[in-house]
């Protein structure tokens, strides 16, 4: 019985003199350390494109969170707001869009006509929806195809942001 408790009474020894080593060798406990805030997300806000002297201008409105391709494009069809800044979409009372993506190709059902639409407007469309497709980890080389309420094909042709 001696030799089991002579063996049990070294390794208790040897276990106490590493652990007596291990906190004698200078290693400090480095405590909670305070720094900045944590990032809480991919974007302050929602990326889109108004016009300015007749070119594209990129607005980023706080959103406080990540949106998606029909939030951007509902923001961008409220308006410019007081930013100073224009748009080629007519003012409408309806901002819903329906967003489909497939094939490399975005496709907004807007509900807007042809008409309430001019060229600039169709590139705010069209970069609003890019922006908001990368934003939130897509290609920036998809395509966009807009659908209006005044034309019944679904086989308009798909366009890339100018810029």
Known sequence: MRPVRNACLAVLTLTVLTLAALTACGAQDPGVETGAEAPTGLADGTPLYFVRDDRLTLQVRETGRLGTIGDAVSLLLTGPGDSGLSTAIDEVGVTRTEVTVSSGVITLRLPLATSEV?????????????????????????????????????????RTCPL
């Open 118 to 158: 001019g060229p600039l407007g169709v590139d705010q469309l069209v970069c609003t929806a890019v922006a908001g497709h990368v934003q939130a980890g897509g290609s920036p080389d998809i395509r966009v195809r807009l659908l209006f309420t005044d034309v019944a094909s679904e086989t308009g042709p798909a």
